[in-house]
Nanobody
């Protein structure tokens, strides 16, 4: 199982970015998929996820309504489309996956994921 995140960059507040996560060694439709971020000096936290328990999408309160997680089963890719970006969205963004069933609570928690990509930096300037 491997994940490779890309698409980060520098963007002004109010702008948009789309992060991509290329998956290999597993089917994105069968595993829980999560996006997490880590700001400098802070813990890694859940941003959004697709549960493999109920197949629904979930979002942290801080990004709800601004971010959208999606997956392309044919391309075996996962995306995080981010809009109305704020300086507090700055951080390294990671995609992660887990085969075990994760419900709406667990799929936003780092502790349940075994497989992680390398991260991509997102910087939002004010």
């Amino acid at each position: 199982v491997q994940l490779q995140a890309s698409g980060g960059g520098l963007v002004q507040a109010g702008g948009s970015l789309r992060l991509s996560c290329r998956a290999s060694g597993f089917a994105v439709d069968d595993y829980a998929i999560g996006w997490f971020r880590q700001a400098p000096g802070r813990e890694r936290t859940g941003v959004s996820c697709i549960s493999n328990s109920d197949r629904r999408t979930y979002y942290a309160d801080s990004v709800s309504g601004r971010f959208t997680i999606s997956r392309d089963k044919d391309a075996n890719m996962v995306y995080l489309t981010m809009s109305s970006l704020k300086p507090e969205d700055t951080g390294v963004y990671y995609c992660a996956t887990e085969r075990a069933l994760l419900d709406r609570i667990a799929c936003l928690q780092t502790m349940w994921y075994d497989y992680w990509g390398q991260g991509t930096q997102v910087t939002v300037s004010s």
